[in-house]
């Protein structure tokens, strides 16, 4: 049972370089999320998608953007990656539901760019 | 401005004790509250939850407290264990849609 899984774990790019980050479930979860975290700052919305189809910014979007490709993949496109991008990026999904319904976590990807 | 706040970065706890970690929260809109916990080079794993009409939740060593008057929630691990040593954050969500974040504390239990 994967979960949520992302895709690369570790990346280093340029200043200027294009990448994207993919994030698969096989919960079949509704609302898929891509948070970034930073020393001190904690975890910090980019994006989500509430459900298939439909994407919303977040805390911090400037930089990024989002693909909802089908309801088990969300993708984050950095298309000219600055040095105030490098950090960890978790992508997270949720099911439908007001009772126990979490935010599940992928293991991250830590990305640099110099 | 964040929204969610966890004012104590760190915090040294004896093995077999209580461990209580705090967050405070600004938007009166949240009606629901979580607590997660994070191992390095790991993703945050979901610990328990409250809705914003309880004021206190239990799950065996576990249990978050909600004092909706004063925007504040805390985690007590009773007793603490080494295994407990992790970095705690809390959240909050209003519509189940946007979840918010704390900073974070970074918890050690001393064996």
């Known amino acids: 049972n994967a979960g949520v899984t992302q895709t690369p774990k570790f990346q280093v790019l340029k200043t200027g370089q294009s990448m994207t980050l993919q994030c698969a479930q096989d919960?079949?979860?509704?609302?898929m999320y891509w948070y970034r975290q930073d020393p001190g700052m904690g975890l910090r919305l980019i994006y989500y998608?509430?459900?298939?189809?439909?994407?919303d910014k977040g805390e911090v979007p400037n930089g990024y953007n989002v693909s909802r490709l089908n309801k088990r993949e969300f993708s984050l496109r950095l298309e000219s990656a600055a040095p105030s991008q490098t950090s960890v990026y978790f992508c997270?999904?949720?099911?439908?539901?007001?009772?126990?319904?979490?935010?599940?976590f992928g293991n991250g990807t830590r990305l640099t760019v110099t | 401005d964040q929204q969610v706040k966890q004012n104590s970065p760190s915090l040294s706890v004896q093995e077999g004790r209580i461990s209580i970690l705090n967050c405070d929260y600004t938007?009166?809109?949240?009606?629901?509250f979580l607590w997660y916990k994070k191992y390095p080079a790991e993703g945050p794993t979901f610990l328990i939850s409250?809705?914003?009409?309880?004021d206190k939740n239990e799950d065996g060593r576990f249990t978050v407290f909600l004092n909706k008057s004063a925007k504040h929630l805390s985690l007590h691990i009773v007793p603490s264990q080494p295994g407990d040593s992790a970095v705690y954050f809390c959240?909050?969500?209003?519509?189940?849609?946007?979840?918010?974040f704390g900073s974070g504390t970074k918890l050690n239990v001393k064996p």
């Open positions: 409250i809705s914003s009409i309880k």
């Open positions: 919960m079949n979860h509704n609302s």
């Open positions: 998608s509430a459900s298939e189809g439909t994407t």
């Open positions: 938007n009166s809109m949240f009606d629901y």
């Open positions: 959240a909050a969500a209003y519509n189940f849609n946007k979840f918010y």
């Open positions: 997270a999904s949720r099911g439908r539901g007001r009772k126990n319904s979490p935010l599940h």
